[in-house]
């Protein structure tokens, strides 16, 4: 089968596509699936550079989603069959013309979806609902703030949290990208260029803050999230581009009764990731058949052309998803 492997750490050219690398073979309770598409993540490019190694037992390929239809059961398998339309939640292989995966992290494509559309939807909607859903359990009428509220997390973000009845404020990293968060249902977008998060959220919260943060940026904006925060929200943490490490002023944490939370999707083992998938399916699946939750891809791109699609999202105008046609 043909699959993209990174020969050694570096940039973009580091992914090499090859013909020859081996199917692999389901195991109890995985479903093989042929990919129809993928799509390009963060950790990918983290993969790429050598820093985000996959866990034990994982593909050694990129790709932590895909799209495709099942062709062929493992033992023990049940509730799927060979030729369903499947998206599903990967520890890695996506990056490939086949790929295993435990029978729990499989999702329905929805009715109506097209194969490589749906390839952008299980890694970003089991982050974000796992994450200000099951985690930080935003309620209806609270304030949802979102950084990188343009890139594939944040436009899922949006929709999702709006789903839910949430006031949704983002942030973003020009004028374009606020325009296009607010068009996706953001109540007020803040160029963080410009302006001071804090006090945006402020003034649109009536002084308030928001309920719950959902950061991929961590030690940069750790001191202003505590900030914004309102008393008894939550801050989760779910990416590093601005640092591992900071200081934490305990005392304003005490003070707003605030929760500051960490959380890492790949890892988890196949129990967690089939519990998070379950949710989604039953509380964001619904939203998403009804068109409330939508895909935002910014484009479409050959698994030949992984490198393109690296530089793309490594950019700094994409909007939504980066997607690869596989097969």
């Given at each position: ?11 973009p050219e580091a992914l090499t596509l090859i013909d020859d690398a081996p199917d692999p073979v389901p ?301």
């Amino acid at each position: 089968m043909r699959a993209i492997t990174i020969e050694e750490p570096g940039g973009p050219e580091a992914l090499t596509l090859i013909d020859d690398a081996p199917d692999p073979v389901p195991g109890e309770g995985e479903v093989l699936v042929d990919v129809a598409a993928t799509a390009v993540n963060r950790a990918d490019l983290l993969q790429r550079q050598g820093f985000y190694n996959p866990p034990p037992g994982a593909s050694p390929y990129p790709g932590l989603e895909c799209s495709g239809t099942v062709a062929a059961l493992g033992p023990g398998v049940t509730g799927w069959q060979v030729g369903d339309r499947v998206c599903a939640l990967l520890s890695g292989g996506g990056y490939a013309e086949k790929v295993a995966v435990p029978a729990g992290q499989l999702l329905p494509v929805p009715e109506g979806m097209d194969l490589v559309t749906a390839a952008g939807l299980p890694e970003v909607v089991c982050t974000v609902w796992s994450n200000i859903g099951m985690i930080a359990h935003l309620r209806p009428g609270e304030t949802l703030l979102v950084h990188g509220g343009a890139g594939g997390i944040g436009t899922a973000a949006i929709q999702i949290g709006k789903a839910l009845g949430a006031r949704v404020v983002v942030t973003a990293g020009s004028k374009e990208k606020c325009a296009r968060c607010r068009e996706l249902g953001a109540d007020a977008a803040v160029n963080y260029r410009e302006s001071d998060f804090v006090e945006e959220v402020r003034e649109t919260t009536a002084g308030r803050g928001a309920d719950v943060v959902l950061d991929v940026i961590g030690a940069k904006y750790l001191a202003r999230n505590l900030d914004v925060l309102a008393v008894n929200g939550r801050l989760v943490i779910i990416g590093l581009q601005g640092g591992r490490k900071a200081e934490l002023d305990l005392g304003a944490l005490m003070a707003k009764r605030a929760a500051v939370m960490g959380t890492t999707l790949r890892a988890r083992p196949p129990e967690e990731k089939a519990a998070i998938v379950a949710s989604v399916r039953e509380h964001v699946w619904p939203w998403v058949e009804s068109g409330e939750v939508a895909v935002v891809v910014d484009r479409v791109l050959e698994l030949a052309e992984a490198p393109d699609a690296h530089r793309v999202l490594e950019g700094p105008g994409a909007v939504g998803k980066v997607l690869m046609r596989v097969s």
